[in-house]
């Protein structure tokens, strides 16, 4: 694709924004929408490279599923003449990692500006399940008005993917590459979170933490050498801000912010006044203890002979970086002098190359368990799989917080190292634990009540005239006896007899018509009773009374209640009309002759008492014009609803069809 080209009809190449090894990027205009855009073109000598080709449709899928002021938005995704394209948001301005080159020092104040903005597009990330695994200034664009987006998910996995190393090649930037990335453990939201931390650091101080001639050697720092201290270099900072940095840096990743979220609240505050007292982070442990690899010792001078016969390391990849096994042999041309030092480097850098291999092997074999709580069980044994990991047994247990169905733990726990192939064992959960209701009609109240609050319950108390036997005795309950309820939600209200020898008339509303009949027995008055029915009070509960609550009564007195007799159910009668469709010849988009109309597609949707208007209900073909009569269902004072859609368009509607 060249400039002036016309993707689609629409966006109108105007100017090359960038080239890169899979990838260019051009500034385009939108016709329709008459606006700039970002056009991003697959290489043409890559269209046939799968994992170019997954990578790019990763990119466009995970970055589409993301609305937030802070990512770069994506516009439309296709292809013109095989080669595919992603149209984004147009970001007027440069690159992070030009600007701090441009910048250093950056104020402290701009610095936590721009990264909460960076911190709120990853969260956002993370909560939709993405892991951006190539977090880096370059992927990080900023306007003229410090607007940050984040843009480049051709990397991001969803929670689900394989570990960072593919086809023995390590992705990423290695910069930027967590320890456990270096390891060769799986990328989890814990790895981006350390990658923000080495944003931060760089930020603060224009420079990156660690970095050395190969890639090699910067991804051994990362899990070998302590991160470096901030306020060594720089004493001004406030350790409550290189606090921040040091826990989404820590060695371990149970030692950095469990989330993006959490991160972004410590960094709010980092530079209040009643913060810049605070002692220093320290991790649990800034040593991985599952694999230890001896730190490579300077060379010697020896090696330092061999190094005058090898040509200059090749430029650092910032983006992709060889594996272990992958680096190229290195030529020695025969010298006669030093031939006894020459010997010696090269025993040297045959045990660094056996050391490489045996960090390379312990990469492939080990994996990280990936952090499955919450998630259903389907879910958990998918990740649990995209990661050679297999479900051995799961048991059900009650829990507080996790919703049933979902998992609370698993074992061996998120974030352990395993062998690849290894069982995992999961804990689901059965929700809040359920208590049945007993019957305490005929116990004491008092008893009962304490009995409920040392369950949780919420007891309330109604107090009904009774005659002296029943005083203080429970005469009924709100909840049916056996019903299993959680008791932190439920309340439950006790009926209690309260005797008097004068009484007054009781409140019956919404209570069981029992309690009328108690309450007529005990003092001696006769009940009326009329039922009607009634949409919201239940069936064979008082709706109404007379005389009302609080009236002075004898024995012999005439009390009147009207009960419900539950919901009335409504007649229901036919409403129907009758549609004619006409047809419209159409043709398929290779039929250039168009000798074969196809048929037109009819999809035709009812509102009424036993369909959704949402739903289909009926779905047919016609190849000539038809008259089809709809039939609905619907209460004898109620009406219906119809929807008409011909090859997907609406045809005909009605929303008050009435009964026929």
């Known amino acids: 694709m060249e400039i002036g080209d016309k993707l689609s009809g629409r966006y109108l190449l105007t100017n090359t924004i960038g080239q890169g090894g899979m990838a260019n990027v051009f500034l385009a205009h939108d016709l329709i929408l008459d606006r700039d855009v970002a056009v991003k073109v697959l290489r043409y000598d890559f269209q046939d490279n799968k994992d170019a080709i997954r990578r790019f449709q990763r990119e466009a899928m995970s970055a589409s599923q993301l609305l937030h002021h802070n990512i770069v938005e994506v516009y439309d995704v296709d292809e013109e003449d095989k080669q595919q394209y992603i149209v984004m948001e147009f970001v007027k301005g440069t690159d992070l990692k030009t600007y701090i080159l441009q910048n250093a020092p950056i104020s402290l104040e701009l610095v936590v500006s721009i990264m909460s903005q960076i911190l709120s597009g990853i969260d956002v990330a993370h909560k939709h399940r993405i892991i951006h695994r190539d977090i880096k200034p370059q992927n990080i664009l900023i306007t003229g008005q410090n607007e940050v987006k984040i843009t480049d998910f051709g990397i991001a996995i969803a929670l689900s993917d394989t570990s960072i190393t593919q086809t023995n090649t390590l992705l990423g930037s290695v910069h930027y590459l967590s320890p456990e990335q270096a390891r060769g453990s799986n990328a989890t939201t814990k790895s981006d979170i350390y990658a923000l931390g080495v944003v931060l650091y760089e930020l603060i101080t224009g420079s990156v933490p660690f970095d050395g001639e190969s890639a090699v050697s910067v991804a051994l720092k990362h899990f070998q050498e302590p991160f470096p201290r901030i306020r060594e270099e720089l004493n001004y900072i406030p350790q409550s801000l290189e606090n921040v940095v040091l826990k ?307 024995p012999g007195d005439i009390i009147s209640v009207v009960v419900s007799a539950g919901p009335e159910e409504e007649e229901i009668v036919t409403a129907s009309e009758n549609i004619t469709i006409e047809y419209t010849p159409i043709y398929a988009e290779d039929d250039t002759e168009q000798t074969e109309p196809l048929p037109n597609t009819i999809e035709i949707f009812i509102g009424d008492s036993e369909n959704n208007i949402n739903n289909v209900h009926t779905e047919l073909t016609i190849e000539e014009t038809k008259t089809i009569k709809i039939l609905m269902y619907v209460p004898v004072n109620g009406t219906g609803q119809y929807r008409v859609l011909r090859n997907g368009e609406v045809y005909a509607e009605n929303f008050s069809v009435y009964p026929d």
């Not at 505050?269 to 009643?274: H, Q």
């Not at 913060?275 to 020896?302: C, G, H, W, Y």
């Not at 309820?485 to 019956?508: A, C, H, K, R, W």
């Open 248 to 554: 989404a840096t820590a060695k371990e990743p149970k030692d950095r912010y469990n989330s993006v979220q959490e991160m972004l609240q410590d960094l709010s505050t980092s530079l209040s006044a009643n913060r810049m007292n605070e002692v220093m982070f320290q991790p649990s442990d800034n040593l991985d203890e599952t694999m230890i690899v001896k730190p490579i010792k300077p060379i010697s001078s020896a090696s330092k002979v061999l190094s005058e016969q090898v040509s200059a390391p090749e430029p650092l990849d910032e983006t992709v970086f060889q594996s272990f096994d992958e680096v190229a042999p290195i030529s020695v041309p025969k010298r006669k002098k030093g031939f006894l030092g020459v010997i010696f480097a090269l025993i040297i850098m045959m045990l660094l190359a056996s050391g490489g291999y045996y960090v390379y092997s312990q990469m492939m074999r080990y994996v990280t368990v990936p952090d499955v709580a919450d998630m259903t069980q389907a879910e958990a044994v998918e990740l649990l799989s995209e990661f050679d990991l297999t479900v051995s047994t799961v048991t059900q247990a009650w829990h507080n917080t996790v919703e049933a169905g979902k998992v609370i733990s698993s074992n061996p726990g998120s974030n352990e190292r395993v062998e690849r192939n290894s069982q995992v064992e999961l804990v689901m959960s059965n929700g809040k634990e359920q208590v049945e209701i007993g019957n305490y009609v005929g116990e004491m109240y008092e008893p009962i009540r304490s009995q409920l609050r040392a369950a949780n319950f919420i007891v309330e108390r109604r107090d009904l005239a009774s005659g002296p036997e029943d005083e203080g005795k429970i005469l009924g309950q709100t909840i049916e006896p056996g019903s299993k309820v959680i008791p932190e939600n439920t309340t439950i209200t006790l009926i209690v007899g309260s005797y008097s020898e004068s009484f007054t008339m009781q409140d019956f509303y919404n209570l069981s018509y029992d309690m009328v009949e108690n309450f007529a027995a005990a003092y001696g008055v006769t009940v009326e009773t009329e039922y009607e029915y009634d949409d919201y009070i239940p069936e064979g509960q008082v709706i109404s009374q007379s005389p009302s609550n609080g009236t002075p009564l004898v």
